[in-house]
């Protein structure tokens, strides 16, 4: 009679376990999130006010071809350099307009970072730079 009653009561369980709502956080392993996108402390989109002129820029819809892509080709993709100016912006290395263009004052910024940051300082995009802002 135990033994019925225990197997009746885990059935119950995990019927109600199959029915109660799966959480948020577990929903979005299936949705697509850009990694390029800005976001702030938490890890969520950042709303701004205004919109740059990279966030319609044409992406790669995984993260893959970004970290087999070396950082000289990145540099002529607008979002990538996007990215990295609101990136170096956050981090207080730049404070240029966020236009995609690899420019002088991204270089600068980026060799201000790899001085904090204990790296040779050579003002390009390296793998060491793309690692410290956690961009693929």
Known sequence: ??????RRGFILLLV???LLPVSSRAGNIFLYIDPLAPRDDF???HQAPALNTTDFAPRHPLRLPYNLTPGDALISDRAYVGALQVALYRHGYYCGPVDGVFSAGVS?????MQKNYSQRVTGTLTLGVRRALYLP
């Open 16 to 18: 109600l376990a199959c």
């Open 43 to 45: 890890g969520l989109l």
């Open 1 to 6: 009679m135990n033994d019925l009653m225990m």
């Open 108 to 112: 600068v910024a980026i060799a201000r």
